[in-house]
């Protein structure tokens, strides 16, 4: 923020969201403008007060209609804090669990803008060397228009050439195979994820529930969508197929399954 920015000139309009440790997400008016502001205080524990001193510095180097806009921080006597864009429609997630509590299954157009939307996002970072390495639905925000951008990049990693990635990070549920397993893994985590999301969009359920119920034992296939069922393309299960690969080398690039005709079709980009 700029040097006359005066933080006790910030009114708070809602909470948010509430970490451990006295951390927070709250939505504020400044004058006749609304931020969202994310606190930590300066006490909390290291790996929470290191996610957002990430962030910053992560979101602080990006710049797309895809990715949470960032306005810059300030310091209180008693916390760190960031100022966000505020995406009025909250996150995929609670549209997810409104849509499975309605039983209200998405249509194709709807399902492939949302795909196209956190692509997008995912195509930008990985262009900047960034790899998300948290992305799931809790960190997708809708905004008003109700186009989705990609937030919470306190797992993120700015990759440098040779760099090797063995630290497990990320929520399980949306966990890459090599990243649980602690093997090498790069750009190609964030696939795995955005493959599950959309598996999510299609069916309305995690691929994998049974399976992570169950103890991971059964031999691994990748889900089927009930494309007929559901009057969806069958070009929905070859982007499962694409993104849902246990082996990375197997696993596409997002560059390659978004220069697929089949794909752009889907998404309306032939022209
Ligand atoms: N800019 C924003 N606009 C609207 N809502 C937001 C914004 N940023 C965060 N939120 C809400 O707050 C929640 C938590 O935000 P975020 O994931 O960035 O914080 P976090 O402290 O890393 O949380 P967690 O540890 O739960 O991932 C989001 O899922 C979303 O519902
Ligand atoms: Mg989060």
């Keep these: ?16 969201a509430e970490g ?13 403008q609304f931020f969202v502001i994310k606190t930590i ?10 996610a957002v001193l990430k962030e910053h510095t992560v979101l602080s180097q990006l710049n797309h209609p895809r990715i949470i806009q960032y306005f810059g921080y300030f310091q209180t006597p008693i916390s760190w804090n960031i ?13 997810l669990e409104r849509r499975i509590r309605d039983g209200a299954f998405l249509n194709q157009h709807t399902i ?3 795909f196209g939307d956190i692509a997008d996002g995912l195509i930008y970072l990985h262009f900047r060397n960034v790899i998300h390495r948290d992305l799931k639905p ?7 228009d109700n186009r989705l951008k990609l937030a919470d990049f306190g797992m993120s990693k700015i990759m440098h050439e040779d760099d090797l990635n063995r ?8 966990m890459a195979p090599e990243v649980a397993r602690g093997r090498d893994y790069d750009y190609k985590s964030d696939v795995w994820a955005l493959g599950i999301i959309f598996y999510e969009l299609c069916m309305l359920e995690h691929p994998f529930m049974e399976r992570l119920v169950q103890g991971l034992k059964k031999k691994f296939r990748v889900p089927r969508v009930a494309c007929e069922q559901h009057g969806l393309s069958p070009t929905m299960q070859m982007l499962c197929d694409m993104m849902i690969q246990v082996d990375p080398e197997k696993r596409w690039t997002l560059e390659n399954i978004l220069k697929q005709q089949a794909v752009q079709q889907l998404l309306n980009r032939t022209d």
């Design 1 to 16: 923020m700029n040097c006359q920015f005066d933080p006790s000139a910030l009114q708070l309009q809602a909470l948010l």
């Design 20 to 32: 451990c440790f006295g951390s927070s997400v709250a939505l504020y008016r400044y004058f006749d």
């Design 41 to 50: 205080p300066y006490n909390s524990p290291d790996y929470a007060y290191q």
């Design 83 to 95: 100022m966000l864009e505020f995406a009025d429609r909250g996150n995929l997630a609670t549209f």
């Design 112 to 114: 492939m803008a949302k």
């Design 138 to 144: 809790a960190n997708v925000l809708i905004c008003v």
């Design 167 to 174: 630290t497990i990070v990320g929520t399980p549920l949306y």
